[in-house]
Nanobody
Framework: QVQLVESGGGLVQAGGSLRLSCAVSGRTVSVWGMGWFRQAAGKDREIVAGITWGGGTTYYPASMMGRFTISMDNAKNTMYLQMDSLKSEDTAVYYC??????????????????WGQGTRVTVSS
């Protein structure tokens, strides 16, 4: 089992920045990659970014490139999402997730076996 705990969400003004953290515990040796997803009210969950456990490979959908940066600190078993130039449309619950299947790109939520409880980000305009 792998446990994930997000933190760092909150209220921020448009144009501001936030850094989300995801602490990973449990059987981390089984983790191949991690990802950040978000779900706004009334919308489907969407991927924000993905990363391999060692941090060597990252993935961003085109819509997320430029303002979001995903990173890993393996010494701390923690994943981060740096969010800059935030917009009101970034308001959502952000989830971290872990995937265990070797070789997956992690571009879809179906590839992830473990999920955190989510942290809410609200961007005021």
């Amino acid at each position: 089992q792998v446990q994930l705990v997000e933190s760092g969400g909150g209220l921020v003004q448009a144009g501001g920045s936030l850094r989300l953290s995801c602490a990973v515990s449990g059987r981390t040796v089984s983790v191949w990659g991690m990802g950040w997803f978000r779900q706004a009210a009334g919308k489907d969950r969407e991927i924000v970014a993905g990363i391999t456990w060692g941090g060597g490979t990252t993935y961003y959908p085109a819509s997320m490139m430029g303002r979001f940066t995903i990173s890993m600190d393996n010494a701390k078993n923690t994943m981060y999402l740096q969010m800059d130039s935030l917009k009101s449309e970034d308001t959502a619950v952000y989830y971290c997730a872990a995937r265990t299947q070797v070789g997956t790109r992690g571009t879809t939520d179906g590839e992830y076996a473990y999920w955190g409880q989510g942290t809410r980000v609200t961007v005021s305009s």
